[in-house]
């Protein structure tokens, strides 16, 4: 990364242990020079990605800086899916640009597996020394099936991420998750690992009883999980088939 910098006209990347920042981006309103700082403090994995992120900012010209000397982006920043004001916004765009970068599409697309599989993201993760978040928001993006992925430690939510056609989300940061699941269970059983997709009640992770929704785990040692959903949009027989044509999925929450 640090290479690939340099040869777009970054003239230093300095990586270390900084306060106050993940990020930070030194150039001027006209781009014609720049330097990138990397927090170390998340792993180099991280700063990695950051790396990344900041290059982001210094080539997508339209991008506005957010200081008189450049951009300083935050660890939310580096999370950042909401697209309303434009600091978000351009937030957003570094972050598409910096998964683009570190994890493209074909190099993606050779690691996922027949069917939906948390484990393809752990393989990518190791593959291209990318975070698991980020492969696992690739996978969600990339595979042809409705799903979501939810971030939890001890058996709370902590954010989500889903593709366009999963149904609406309930669960908001801070939420406990459903005793109902599997995923309540695994944080209760304390067994890190992966488990196998089992059905699960459609109403405990959404406002519709009328689909199928099938969930894995992964736990690790430290209490982190992520739970990975896979939906069944069709109807199902026993429930009445006509949709109510006043029933609108009108927006889906984002938080930190």
Known sequence: MEDIAIALDISEVRTGSFDGFEGMLLTDQARSVGAILANTRRGLRRARFTIAHELGHFLLEHHVLSYETGFRCRAQDLR????????QKQETQANQFAIGLLAPVKAVDKYLSQDPDL?????????LDVSLEACLRRLVERRPEPLAAIWSKDARVRYWHKSNDFPFIQLKQ?????????????????????TAFLESPPMAWTSRDDIEIFEQTRLSPSGHAVTLLWADNEA?????????PYHHELSEPRFR
């Open 174 to 194: 801070g939420d406990r998750l459903p005793q109902t699941t599997q995923a309540f269970r695994v944080h209760a059983d304390s067994k890190s690992g992966f």
């Open 236 to 244: 199902r027989d026993d429930v009445d088939e006509e949709a109510d």
């Open 80 to 87: 950042e899916t909401r697209e309303s004001r434009r600091h």
């Open 119 to 127: 484990r393809d993201a752990q393989q990518l993760r190791d593959a």
